[in-house]
C-alpha cells in the first residue's frame, strides 16, 4: 500500500510553453502533498505544501504564479509550471501524507527539459 | 528553520563490510522525527528508517540501525554487510511534529555511498 504516481516520468517542452505534472496517491487519501525540486546531484528542496481544497503554501523564494499548484481532490495534486525556460529544466518529486503520523510516501519523479 | 547535516558528500565501503553514513541536525524542538531515505539511480525515494524523537530505543531495520544521540542533535545511520544493491544517494531528513508547516521534510546534502565488490 502506499503508493505515489507521477506522470509524465519526462517530459520535454520549449521555451514559453507550459506544462502540467499529475500526482496521484493511488491507494490512499493524501491529507497533504508535497512538491520537491532536485538539481543533479544535490538534495531535494520543497517548493510548496498543499492541502485538498485550499491554496497551496509556497516556500520564500518559489514563485506562486510560475508554478501554480492545484490540489483538486485527497488523491490528486498537479504543478503546472508556466512560460517555462531552460532554468527550470530539473527533477520534481511529489510526496503525501496519508495522516498525521505517516511518513511521507515519495512519487517516482519527473524529468523536465525545457528547450 | 532546522538544518540538516550531512557532512561526508561520498562514502565507500566493501561488500559486506560495515560503513556509517553521519547526521547531525540543529533545532530548538523537543519533538519531532528523524528519517533516512535512499535514492538508488532510479531516482526513486525509498525509507530506510525513521526514528521518533522522545523515544530513546535506536531505530533498526535488518541490516540498518541508527544511533540517535538527542542531546547532541546526532543522527547517524550504520549498514550492517553491505550490499552492491546498497550503493546509492543517502539522505538525512527532519520533520516537525504536526504543525501549520503541513509536516515538511528538511533534507540534509545526502552521502554518496558507493560499494565495491
Known amino acids: 500500500g502506499a503508493v505515489v504516481s507521477q506522470h509524465p516520468s519526462w517530459v520535454i517542452c520549449k521555451s514559453g510553453t507550459s506544462v502540467k505534472i499529475e500526482c496521484r496517491s493511488l491507494d490512499f487519501q493524501a491529507t497533504t502533498m508535497f512538491w520537491y525540486r532536485q538539481f543533479p546531484k544535490q538534495s531535494l528542496m520543497l517548493m510548496a505544501t498543499?492541502?485538498?481544497?485550499?491554496?497551496?503554501?509556497?516556500e520564500q523564494g518559489v514563485e506562486k504564479d510560475k508554478f501554480l499548484i492545484n490540489h483538486a481532490s485527497l488523491t490528486l495534486s498537479t504543478l503546472t509550471v508556466t512560460s517555462a525556460h531552460p532554468e527550470d529544466s530539473s527533477f520534481y518529486i511529489c510526496?503525501?501524507?496519508?495522516?498525521?503520523?505517516?511518513?511521507?510516501?515519495f512519487g517516482p519523479g519527473t524529468r523536465l527539459t525545457v528547450t | 528553520a532546522q538544518t540538516v547535516t550531512q557532512s561526508q558528500p561520498e562514502m565507500s565501503v566493501q561488500e559486506a563490510e560495515t560503513v556509517t553514513l553521519s547526521c547531525t541536525y540543529d533545532t530548538s524542538e523537543s519533538d519531532y522525527y528523524l528519517f533516512w531515505y535512499k535514492q538508488p539511480p532510479s531516482r526513486q525515494m525509498i525509507l530506510v528508517i525513521r526514528?521518533?524523537?522522545?523515544?530513546?530505543q535506536n531505530a533498526t531495520e535488518n541490516r540498518f540501525s541508527v544511533n540517535f544521540q538527542k542531546a547532541a542533535k546526532s543522527f547517524s545511520l550504520k549498514i550492517s554487510d553491505s550490499q552492491l544493491g546498497d550503493a546509492a544517494m543517502y539522505f538525512c531528513?527532519?520533520?516537525?511534529?504536526?504543525?501549520?508547516?503541513?509536516?515538511?521534510?528538511?533534507f540534509g546534502k545526502g552521502t554518496s555511498l558507493l560499494v565495491t565488490p
Open positions: 526514528q521518533e524523537a522522545y523515544k530513546q
Open positions: 531528513a527532519y520533520r516537525s511534529e504536526p504543525s501549520n508547516s503541513g509536516y515538511a521534510l528538511n
Open positions: 510526496s503525501a501524507n496519508r495522516d498525521y503520523t505517516t511518513e511521507q510516501y
Open positions: 498543499s492541502n485538498e481544497g485550499s491554496k497551496a503554501t509556497y
